[in-house]
């Protein structure tokens, strides 16, 4: 009987935890929104961090985009050409890349490749009391260093997801064209007829930009809120990792539906 | 790391990033084609039933794309769904055009069809099409079919023989049974 | 621009301390201050002690007794949770964002290993609070630092990255960025801590001789008696969140008090016990 209250109080006190950590990571970005000035008037700490963010996650997301690219359109053609369909390919191909695949998966790939190493390089100073000798040297850490990185990858990811999308039509034309002789010109035309500019190409933008901010705002939190030791760092690259991956996917859910309702009706 | 080369690095990066969004806009979107589907004018149609119509879906006339299916609406006291069409600006259509609800194909996506008529008068902005035609209904057909099927043999069959079934493809050649509406 | 130089160079002819009318006031006073961070526990209980201006006092103590938490207390890191924190006379638990980000323009802190920034190079290191706190033009700025680094030495190291230091070096140059302001106040913690027997007599040397030089006045936390000893105007032994006894060099040496001769002579049993609190032996093995 004890057994199962304590299991009770447990499970309350992890809700109210988990809770109370959303709490203070909203309070943290309206701190870094507040705090945003000195990145906006010294654009070079910006640059610093869009070069650490987007240009070294660049060959990744790239080849990553090529393959999925190339992957959708040889299983596309599985099931396109069984319809007599396969200068559709373009289609599928731009359709999944542009509205779900380059935003979903730039972002998890971003996650994994810049959030990581954002959180760590932040707990790391925050272990070596580097963020506490800026406060006493009267600098905001939060101004000077959490800022910048965030401003970064809210740069870096739509850039990335673009590229991604892009990589991967330009690898879908590769297999469907040169690789099974699909003809090029309908596998142009058929895209641009289907693919929106505004409901495909600007949504995924979008999306792109709300994974940006989330991704961003969850390596920075947990960087700045990691226990100063060496385990403490190790833990909280790994909670960037997974709950950036769980944010990315369940906000992807949440703006599908938002964005898209009028074509499921 | 110098921090020319990081202004550098960060500078194609951004200037490949905008060239990837102009390509994703362009090429495999249809931006470009936009500003003939902004400009042009509106008309409205009225349907028993549009069927699965969607907005965005084309219009076309001879197979050629003419327009865009601007909205769908349902009129509250005449039960019919009014759809409101965007027109290319460069395309006219006389006042007694006929406007249908096809589909492309046995599963394709269904297209608003627009066949001119003789009448001088050419439809404005915010006119009405006159004369419309309703999506076919693959149920309607199918129990018209076994109906028909049954008033005909003493002995109805549940198989029906494949000739009466293809001059029934939808949008290929609409079923006489269903009337063009005044 | 021209004002700040010559404003800093009146500093260096005139040194606050002979300007002021009373020249041996003290800069640093803490009265009857406690401190926890928890109601349970405190790690400060009624420390009371004065830091004259222009002076270098020691605050020693064993490990985890409190030292560093008075330094926190001074930078305003931590609250004092009663009694009063004050610092040129003002209050620093009353300070309000402007008087603290003040406050803070006016010390400089060296961390328990330097905590140097590992993304920017030493010259940026020591340039980082010039850059951040004023708006001079860059070759002054590169003139300044160049002075601070030869201050300690490492003039010739300034393009090099902190992780391409030793221990020794990266303590020094730790040591120019917490001058480069010429802070009025210079706090130490531990900045003996890991090095060898040359660079900790650098380091010990480097902080009296700048103390004089820049007029400052400094606060040296640390449990290395046979150094400090050797720079230090003034002593305090802090053990478990008290003052338990102080006075200048000559009489700590001469003191029979039994925590410092303890301390002082690296005794392992004595008032600070060798063995954790626990049940008698005769209890645990029975």
């Known amino acids: 009987m004890i057994a199962v209250f304590d299991a009770i109080g447990r499970v309350g006190s992890a809700v109210i935890a988990g809770v109370s950590r959303i709490g203070y990571a909203t309070r943290f970005l309206f701190a870094i929104l507040r705090h945003s000035g000195p990145s906006f008037m010294r654009p070079r700490l910006v640059i610093r961090e869009v070069y650490q963010a987007g240009v070294l996650s660049l060959i990744i997301v790239c080849m990553s985009g090529l393959f999925v690219g190339m992957v959708l359109a040889l299983q596309g053609y599985e099931t396109l050409s069984r319809y007599g369909a396969s200068e559709s390919m373009g289609v599928l191909v731009a359709m999944a890349l542009v509205r779900e695949l380059g935003p979903v998966v730039a972002g998890l790939l971003f996650a994994s490749r810049a959030g990581s190493a954002m959180t760590a390089e932040i707990g790391l100073m925050k272990t070596t009391e580097q963020l506490a000798a800026m406060e006493v040297m009267a600098v905001d850490p939060i101004a000077r260093v959490v800022a910048p990185r965030f401003w970064g990858g809210v740069i870096s990811l739509p850039l990335l997801a673009v590229l991604f999308s892009t990589l991967g039509v330009f690898g879908g034309f590769l297999v469907a064209v040169k690789l099974i002789g699909v003809d090029s010109g309908a596998f142009w035309s058929q895209m641009q007829a289907s693919v929106d500019w505004r409901y495909g190409v600007m949504n995924g933008v979008i999306k792109s930009v709300v994974f940006g901010i989330a991704v961003s705002l969850i390596a920075v939190f947990e960087g700045y809120d990691a226990d100063p030791t060496a385990e403490g760092v190790s833990a909280a690259t790994t909670r960037t990792v997974v709950t950036s991956a769980l944010a990315i996917l369940a906000l992807d859910f949440v703006l599908t539906v938002f964005m898209f309702r009028g074509e499921i009706n | ?157 549940l198989t029906p023989t494949p000739a009466p079934a293809s001059a029934a493809i939808p949008g290929i050649a609409p079923a006489p049974a269903i009337g063009v509406k005044p | 621009m021209p004002d700040t130089i010559i404003a800093m160079s009146l500093v260096a002819e005139f040194p606050p301390s002979a300007l002021s009318p009373n020249a041996c006031e003290n800069l640093v006073e803490l009265k009857d201050v406690s401190f926890g961070y928890t109601r349970a526990r405190k790690i ?218 303890q301390f002082v002579d690296g005794q392992s049993d004595g008032p600070v016990r060798f063995h954790y609190p626990a049940k008698t032996l005769a209890e645990d093995f029975a």
């Open chain 3, 44 to 261: 400060l209980s009624g420390v009371t002690l004065a830091v004259p201006k222009g002076k270098l006092v020691a605050v020693m103590g064993g490990s985890g007794c409190g030292k560093t938490t008075i330094l926190r207390l001074l930078c305003g890191q931590h609250r004092a949770s009663s009694g009063e924190v004050l610092v040129g006379g003002q209050s620093v638990a009353t300070m309000d964002r402007e008087q603290m980000f003040a406050h803070r323009r006016k010390l400089g802190m060296l961390f328990q290993f330097g905590a140097l920034f590992t993304d920017l190079s030493v010259f940026d290191n020591v340039a980082f609070p010039m850059r951040e706190h004023t708006q001079l033009p860059q070759d002054i700025i590169h003139d300044l630092v160049l002075m601070k680094l030869n201050a300690v030495g490492l003039r010739g190291a300034a393009r090099l990255k902190p992780s391409e230091l030793s221990g020794g070096m990266a303590r020094r140059v730790a040591l120019a960025r917490t001058i480069a302001l010429d802070p009025q106040l210079a706090l130490y913690d531990e900045p003996f801590a890991g090095l060898d027997p040359i660079s900790l007599s650098v380091v010990g040397q480097l902080i009296r001789k700048l103390n004089d030089a820049l007029n400052m006045t400094s606060i040296l936390v640390t449990h290395d008696v046979v150094e400090s000893m050797k720079i230090v105007d003034y002593i305090y032994f802090i053990s478990e969140g008290r003052v338990v006894a102080h006075g200048d060099v000559p009489s700590i040496k001469a003191s029979t008090d039994p925590f410092v001769r």
């Open chain 2, 1 to 157: 790391m110098n921090k020319k080369i990081i202004d550098l690095w960060v500078g194609v990066f951004v200037l490949i990033g905008l060239a990837g969004l102009a390509f994703l806009a362009l090429k495999v979107g249809n931006l470009l084609s936009t500003n003939e589907e902004r400009n042009g004018y509106e008309i409205e149609a009225r349907f028993d039933n549009i069927g699965a119509l969607k907005p965005r879906a084309p219009v076309k006339a001879a197979g050629v794309v003419v327009g865009r299916v601007e909205s769908i609406r349902l009129d509250g006291k005449t039960y019919e769904a009014i759809a409101r069409l965007h027109i290319f600006p460069q395309y006219q259509f006389s006042a007694d055009t006929i406007a249908a609800v096809f589909t492309s194909g046995l599963l394709g996506e269904q297209f608003v069809g627009l066949e001119g008529g003789g009448d001088s008068v050419m439809l404005k902005d915010e006119d009405r099409v006159k004369k419309t035609q309703s999506a076919v209904q693959i149920e309607k057909l199918i129990s018209q079919f076994l109906f028909s099927k049954a008033a005909e043999s003493p002995t109805p069959t």
